[in-house]
């Protein structure tokens, strides 16, 4: 016990040694930990905020909390092992997680997916979109103080895990979409009560308007907080939401067609400075909100265009794809989920790439903190919907 | 309420007014939710049936294995990603035919994922709706399946099919089992 | 007579304890979503009188939601140490009950339990919220169970 | 109390060998009294912290604590006595003599305004003549005792916690006084009694209808005392998501009770006070000032009046808590000076030129308080109507999802 | 446009550069690197204006640094792919054209071990800074303990007889 009391203490000093010459913090200046458990770092992120007061001169981001190695376990674990992994990468839009290291591996093995398994998986991607930007904007409007919404939020999300519970079994981290198809099958009562879902669920999104998103208090709060322009912000590669709230009109959906996708038509909201400059939190705010409802029209048509057949193609045990490699770009919750698998023509893939929205996403706070307050870093996090294992993996 | 200093008189009063109707507007919503119904499920004991049953089919709880239509493949085991399952299979010296010795599910370290319950050939290992087992000793989530002394002839296909017992009942007996043994 | 006014003492103090157990917010990972829906309409901790509460300070329950990697696990041990006295741990979920998924990773605690005394451990990836909410009676019958002011006495 | 003190004086001036025995009366009059007032506070204070859990979870959806004792109610007692058995940590890097004093300050300072509030016609603990000026002045203890707790217990958070405080507290004492300042100029008097028996009992007649700036100051009070409070658009000081828990980050244990009986009594203050001022506290409809002491049965109608209408308002309190979002620093500041303030000195300005023109008494003063009640009401019908509105749009679904209608009042507890 | 065409685009502004080129991009000499990443980013054709991701791959004898890159307006993408020695891999970095490369190459430095010139911050971002090895590279075997907490937990799956506890059985 003594010795790692010691060990810490040393660590502590060395820490802060090292981050005095890294900042040369001025006379008046303090350095703040926010700390990875910290009421609004959405899971265990860790801030150093060097501050001499309320307005913050730096925020320097330190991660890698949750850093769990996936991508090492990835290569020690046969392919339809790795798709359980695949889900705790982004627990809160595990289906698109999924769905990028199938494709990945379908281009590999090249595996064709039937009709009715893709329109499954565009089923149970866009409910799990919706919940995800539930969360992402619930947690956003408690960081500025509403709690109502968020609890609200967690209600409607309730309702999608119940029918997750039903469509694939868990709540939270599906393992619904395997390699060549989907595991289980949409039954007719179940297409219903998404529906009747659908419908309460779209009043409740004005009533949500009505509640947060008109109100003046949170207008201020947001508007003018810190906007991206494009350029930085196809610089620093945000993605999703992010990126079109900063006017860049890119959508993997749309523009590098995947799945079923090009059957249905929706639009893809851009960012116009509903109430402020462009690219602001407020924009990405409203932009999440805006998905949600086309999310909603999604659902509707390919609930009602769904064909019948077979869910799952003939895939072998294990499957062993020939040499080579595969990249699959998947438009998730958090914004274009990208994987790069490399295969060495074993049962188990030589290098996993995932690369997360959020990553960078979490690479432009540094940036955007300076000269900003600590209510508005709070708000900066909120509004840019970093989740901790996508960042660390 | 803009911080900004050029403030024209007009965006003043506009600024008050859009906070007070904003302000109305939200009030209104919460005080509708007062006479709303709360969607709370008063889980230990206001609620008619047990949780258990009401969940839908395909919940993926703890593991249970009902070893009479085991075929000993050992198929979950190969299949699990990170091996929480673990059979011995032994050869009975004279008789020559294998019976299972030992069948252990960690319960603490599975990850619920289904890939054991796709991979069984027969439908033995299966998930339960249970869930609420939270113990003080680690150890009492280690489910064995298979008795100590017990020996389990693998199931044959061609062999008539036994009767089966209920979905969850099996595993509630090992849980309690252990929950009373062990602490 | 003094062990009927020590017991029927004693036993209100617990259920006092009981009936207000304040967790401390404390997610790190999928187990922390399910901790925020536990928290949420369906299955509603307030019911219990559980509160998160923010500080180390006055919160009297750590729930341990999620995978705690090395880097974490000295500040997990800093929270730990900072909870006023009479503390409990809740070990959530495969990953903190023994590493769970991660077990073979590099960077994974295996079990929070090498770094903290743990009270309860719940199976599930993530548990249900129900299954929390059973942890926390689980936890308040065991606190009804303490011998509060004996142990003090003797 | 003072009532009691000279009818117990009377009959029972008994002479401890020879001196006059009066102050030793005074003296357990005014022991009994604080008790009295001690006891009501923390038990409304309790009352409170548990009727806010529960009306919160009733706008979430959700259930308040319900297993409590009967439906709840013993929450506060279990909060209150397991925060009074945890461990007494002190931050080692604390000054410990104002870390453990600064509880006190915010207690004293809370429960000072106790003395003045007025429950009945003359069920009042001291019925001083300068009563609303005492109430301004002894909330500033308040913000001692916050700033104290900040900087004592040594840690970054609850030193911007205590800061934003005392930004706060002491900027909005200004549009405080100025609102209070637009109903001592239409009563002429300073005491609590006295600016209550000045207004009527119809609704009509109470000092909010009096003018539209009287309609506008008592909004300008409502929202200072929020701040003053640290009630939410403005609880900065303990803000949750960003500053940990703000200035109460490192006390546990008993001291963070007195944290926390102080947070929920200053609701029960807040809104006694707006009654006083703007509402006609105790005043009963139809009886004129003389009457109202006549008979008990007076008296304990106006005392139950007076509960009501302060009640309503702390519902109408913990409700903004669950609506609203947060300020940030600047904005808070700059809704004090720029708007508060300012609309507080255009209140007094008109006030005053409305009561020279439009005597209080006269047809035409009755007519227009009449109007202005008028349009306060049809801002009321407006509400109701919305909340309806709000109400019916998703009844109709939610049956068709779940097959229950939505239908679940608030009296009925689930 | 198609990938060829990128390829021949980017041979005739740096000849000797580009080596042999695979389906989907081209491998490039290292030491040119920097200079064809600002080449594609400026050029109007070309004007490949997001790194979407920049990763390293061990294979065994070599490893091999691999640039995604992608364009909004023109809708093409393109891959650069670099390769290094095992042991002191050093290659200048590209965050002066891409800042999101300055977090990727810090992964890349802390669980590959390459080294990036000019880097601005180059310190490791995932695992804790007193940590040994580079996690990510085939030859990596993982210390037993850390700070005090060792690596190896009772697998209560193996009965008391046979001892084997869980090594790290990452293969």
Redo the contacts between chains.
């Keep these: 016990m003594q010795?790692?009391k010691i060990?810490?203490v040393k660590?502590e000093l060395?820490?802060l040694h090292?981050l005095k010459q890294?900042y040369q913090p001025v006379a008046d200046e303090?350095l703040?930990n926010m700390?990875?458990?910290?009421?609004?770092t959405h899971?265990?992120l860790n801030f150093l905020l060097v501050t001499d007061?309320?307005v913050m001169h730096k925020a320097v981001a330190h991660?890698?909390?949750?850093?769990?190695?996936?991508?090492?376990?990835g290569?020690?674990?046969?392919y339809?092992?790795?798709?359980?992994?695949t889900d705790?990468v982004d627990?809160?839009a595990a289906m698109s997680a999924n769905q990028g290291f199938a494709m990945a591996v379908e281009k590999l093995a090249s595996i064709q997916v039937p009709e009715r398994a893709e329109y499954l998986r565009v089923i149970a991607t866009e409910l799990n979109r919706i919940a995800s930007h539930l969360?992402a904007n619930g947690a956003m409007?408690?960081?500025?103080?509403?709690?109502?919404p968020f609890?609200?939020w967690?209600?409607e999300?309730?309702?999608v895990?119940?029918l997750m519970?039903?469509?694939?079994?868990?709540?939270?981290?599906y393992?619904y979409i395997r390699i060549g198809g989907v595991?289980?099958d949409c039954g007719k009562e179940l297409a219903e009560k998404i529906v009747?879902?659908i419908?309460?669920f779209e009043?409740?999104v004005?009533?949500f308007d009505?509640?947060?998103t008109?109100?003046?208090?949170?207008v201020?709060?947001l508007a003018n907080v810190s906007p991206i322009s494009a350029e930085?912000a196809?610089?620093?590669?945000l993605v999703g939401p992010n990126l079109r709230a900063s006017g860049?009109d890119?959508d993997i959906r749309r523009?590098?067609p995947y799945s079923v996708y090009s059957k249905f038509d929706f639009k893809i909201p851009v960012g116009k400075g509903f109430r402020g400059t462009v690219g602001d939190c407020y924009d990405r705010f409203v932009l999440r909100i805006l998905e949600i409802r086309e999310s909603c029209k999604i659902l509707r048509q390919a609930l009602a265009t769904m064909p019948e057949g077979e869910i799952m193609a003939k895939v072998p045990?294990t499957i062993k794809p020939p040499k080579g490699e595969a990249?699959a770009?998947v438009e998730s919750a958090r914004g274009?989920l990208?994987y790069?698998v490399?295969s060495d023509g074993s049962s188990k893939p030589?290098?996993v790439?995932i690369?997360a929205g959020s990553?960078?996403a979490?690479?432009?706070i540094e940036?955007l903190s300076k000269g900003v307050?600590?209510?508005?870093l709070?708000a900066i996090i909120g509004s840019l919907d970093v989740v901790?294992?996508e960042v660390?993996? | 309420?803009?911080?900004s200093t050029n403030l024209t008189l007009g965006q003043y009063f506009k600024?008050i007014q859009?906070?007070a109707l904003?302000?109305l507007?939200?009030m209104?919503?919460?005080f509708s939710w007062l006479f709303r119904r709360p969607?709370t499920i008063q889980w230990p004991d206001k609620i008619e049936k047990p949780l258990e049953e009401t969940?839908?089919e395909?919940?993926?709880g703890i593991l249970e294995v009902e070893t009479r239509i085991c075929t000993g493949c050992l198929a979950c085991q190969k299949?699990?990603?990170i091996d929480t399952i673990s059979i011995d299979m032994e050869r009975n010296a004279e008789t020559k035919e294998r019976f299972i010795a030992r069948f252990d599910i960690d319960a603490a370290k599975c990850?619920?994922?289904?890939?054991c319950v796709?991979?069984c050939p027969t439908g033995a290992i299966r998930?339960t709706t249970l869930f609420a087992y939270a113990t003080d000793n680690i150890d009492n989530l280690l489910l064995s399946y298979v008795d100590k002394g017990e020996k389990v002839t693998p199931f044959r296909p061609k062999d008539p099919q036994p009767e089966l017992r209920a979905r969850g009942s099996i595993g509630k007996n090992v849980l309690e089992r252990n929950l009373k043994s062990k602490n | 007579m003094d062990g009927f006014l020590l017991t029927t003492t004693e036993e209100f103090l617990n259920w006092n304890r009981k009936s207000s157990i304040w967790y401390?917010?404390?997610?790190?990972?999928?187990c922390?979503?399910?901790l925020?829906?536990t928290g949420?309409?369906?299955t509603d901790l307030d019911r219990f009188g559980a509160v998160p509460r923010?500080t180390?300070r006055q919160a009297d329950l750590m729930i341990v939601a999620?995978?705690i990697?090395y880097?974490?696990a000295?500040?997990v041990r800093l929270?730990y140490e900072q909870m006023a006295e009479p503390r409990y741990v809740i070990s959530m979920g495969s990953c903190a009950n023994c590493g769970g998924?991660?077990q073979?990773?590099?960077?994974?605690l295996k079990g929070v339990d090498k770094v903290i005394p743990v009270d309860l451990y719940i199976p599930g990836?993530?548990p249900?919220p129900e299954a929390l909410a059973d942890a926390v009676v689980k936890l308040q019958a065991k606190m009804m169970k303490e011998k509060y002011l004996r142990t003090v006495r003797a | 109390m003072w009532y009691l003190a000279n009818y117990l004086e009377k009959n029972y001036a008994v002479s401890i060998n020879g001196q006059e025995s009066a102050w030793l009366i005074y003296l357990i009059v005014a022991i009994a009294s604080a008790l009295v007032m001690l006891g009501f506070a923390s038990l409304f204070a309790g009352l409170a912290s548990f009727v806010e859990r529960r009306i919160?979870g009733r706008?979430?959806?959700?259930v308040g604590p319900n297993r409590v004792g009967p439906q709840g109610l013993f929450q506060f007692v279990a909060d209150g006595l397991k925060l009074i058995m945890k461990e007494d940590l002190i931050p080692n890097g604390a000054d410990r003599f104002l870390f453990k004093i600064a509880p006190y300050f915010v207690f004293a300072g809370m429960l000072g305004t106790f003395v003045v509030l007025p429950f009945g016609a003359n069920i009042v603990a001291a019925n001083m003549d300068v009563g609303i000026f005492y109430i301004i002045s002894i909330t500033a203890l308040v913000v001692v005792g916050i700033i104290l707790g900040g900087w004592a217990s040594n840690s970054?958070?609850s030193m911007?916690g205590g800061?934003r405080s005392a930004a706060q507290i002491v900027s909005y004492e200004i549009p405080l006084a100025l609102s209070i300042l637009v109903v001592v100029l239409l009563s002429g008097s300073l005491s609590t009694q006295g600016i209550i028996s000045a207004q009527g009992g119809l609704p009509w007649d109470w000092f909010i209808f009096h003018s539209p700036f009287a309609f506008i100051a008592f909004f300008i009070y409502f929202v200072s005392a929020l701040a003053e409070g640290n009630r939410?658009?403005f609880?900065l000081p303990e803000?949750?998501?960003?500053?940990?828990a703000g200035y109460c980050t490192e006390y546990s244990g008993f001291r963070f009770v007195v944290f926390f009986f102080a947070e929920w009594a200053n609701l029960w203050i807040m809104s006694a006070i707006a009654v006083i001022c703007f509402l006609g506290g105790w005043r009963v409809p139809f009886i004129s000032v003389e009457e109202s002491t006549s008979s008990w049965g007076i008296i304990l109608l106006g005392l139950a009046i007076f509960m009501v209408k302060t009640l309503a308002l702390v519902v109408v309190v913990i409700q903004l808590r669950?609506?609203?979002?947060?300020?940030?620093?600047?904005?808070m500041m700059n809704l004090c000076w720029k708007y508060l303030v300012p609309g507080s000195f255009v209140c007094i300005l008109g006030t005053m030129t409305w009561m020279v023109l439009i005597d209080w008494n006269s047809m035409i003063g009755l007519v227009l308080r009449v109007v202005v009640f008028a349009g306060a009401f049809m801002l009321l019908a407006y509400y109701i109507y919305r909340i309806r509105f709000?109400y019916m749009?998703?009844r109709d679904?939610?049956k068709?999802?779940t097959g229950k209608d939505m239908w679940y009042p608030p009296y009925r507890l689930p | 446009m198609d990938v060829q065409s990128q390829i021949n685009l980017i041979k005739g502004k740096f000849p000797n550069e580009v080596l042999e080129n695979f389906a989907?991009g081209t491998f490039v000499n290292a030491e040119k690197l920097k200079a064809i990443c600002q080449f594609c980013r400026d050029n109007e054709e070309l004007s490949m204006?997001?790194?979407?991701?920049m990763?390293a791959?061990?294979?065994g004898d070599h490893l091999e640094l691999?640039y995604?890159l992608i364009s909004?307006s023109k809708?093409h993408d393109l891959v650069l792919k670099v390769t290094l020695p095992r042991d002191n891999a050093v290659i200048d970095s590209v965050e002066s054209v891409?800042?999101?490369a300055?977090?990727?190459e810090r992964e890349c430095f802390d669980?590959f071990g390459v080294n990036f010139k000019n880097h601005p911050?180059l310190r490791?971002?995932?695992?804790?800074?007193?940590w040994q090895g580079h996690?990510?590279r085939k030859d990596y075997t993982p210390p037993t303990e850390y700070?005090?907490m060792s690596h190896t937990r009772k697998n209560p799956l193996i009965p008391e007889g046979q001892s084997a506890t869980t090594e790290n059985?990452?293969?």
């Design positions: 010795q790692r060990a810490m660590q060395k820490d090292e890294l303090m703040v700390g990875p458990q910290h009421p609004s899971g265990v007061g309320e991660v890698g909390y949750l850093h769990r190695g996936i991508e090492k376990i290569e020690a674990v046969e339809n092992g790795f798709v359980p992994f705790r627990y809160l969360v409007a408690m960081d500025i103080g509403a709690f109502t609890v609200h967690l209600k999300r309730e309702f895990n119940d519970e039903e469509l694939c079994g868990a709540r939270l981290t393992n595991a289980f009747k879902w419908d309460h009043p409740m004005d009533e009505r509640l947060i008109n109100n003046e208090i949170f201020q709060r930085e196809m610089s620093y590669n860049v890119w523009d590098v045990k990249i770009r274009e990208f790069y490399v030589l290098r790439k690369r990553f960078t979490m690479s432009i940036h307050m600590i209510a508005d709070v901790a294992p660390d993996r | 309420m803009s911080s600024n859009n906070a904003s302000t507007e939200g209104a919503v919460t969607i969940l839908p395909r919940t993926r299949a699990c990603p990850m619920y994922c289904g890939l796709d991979a998930h | 401390l917010l404390f997610a790190s990972a999928c922390g979503i399910e925020m829906q949420g309409p369906r923010a180390p999620g995978t990697t880097k974490m000295e500040r929270l998924l991660f073979s990773s590099y960077s994974v990836c993530p249900r | 919160a706008i979430m959806a959700r970054k958070w911007f800061l939410t658009p609880d803000a949750e998501s960003e500053l940990v669950w609506t609203l979002p947060r300020l940030r620093l600047d904005q709000n749009i998703d679904n939610y068709k999802m | 989907t204006q997001v790194l979407t991701c990763t791959v061990d294979l691999v995604h909004y809708k891409w800042k999101t300055d977090w990727q669980l911050d490791r971002i995932m695992l804790p800074d007193d996690p990510l700070h005090g059985s990452n293969g």
